[in-house]
C-alpha cells in the first residue's frame, strides 16, 4: 500500500492545528509513560500501524518494559503487571476509543474520581482524542511505518 497523501503538505493549517495539540500534551500532568500507553492501546484498538509503531519505539525510550507493551492488548489478563491508575486509564481509553458502545461509562468515571483529580481527568481524555484523532488520520491517508 502506498500513502493516498501527506495531510501535512495538502493542508498545513489543519495539520499544524493538530501539532498543537501535540504540543498541550508535553505541558500536562499525566506522565509520558501513560500518555504512551494511552496511545499504543487507542491505535490497536484502531488498527493503525503507523502510530502503533510510533509510540512503541516512544515508550520504549521513556523506559517501558517490553512486557508491558506486548501484553497491553491483554492488559486484563495482565492486572499484576498495571497499577490501579493504569487499570482506570487503559478502561477509559478503550470506552472513549470505542465511543459508539456508550462512551465513557458511569462507573469508570467513578473510578477514575477516586484515584484522579478533575484536570488529570481532563488531561486522560484529551490525550485519548487526540491519539484518536491521529489513528483517523494516520488510517485515511495511509500512513506508513517507519523503516527506521
Known sequence: MSTRFNLAKTDAAAYKAMLGL???LQNI???HTWQELIKIRASQINGCAHCLDLHT????KLGETPQRIYLLNAWREALE???V???IILKMTEEITLINKNGLSEEIYNKA???FTEQQIAEIIMTIVIINSYN???ISTLTPI???
Open 146 to 148: 517507519s523503516r527506521n
Open 22 to 24: 501535540v504540543n498541550y
Open 57 to 60: 519505539r516512544d515508550a520504549v
Open 113 to 115: 474520581k477516586q484515584v
Open 81 to 83: 503487571l498495571y497499577s
Open 29 to 31: 500532568s499525566l506522565s
Open 85 to 87: 491508575e493504569e487499570q
Open 136 to 138: 483517523r488520520i494516520g
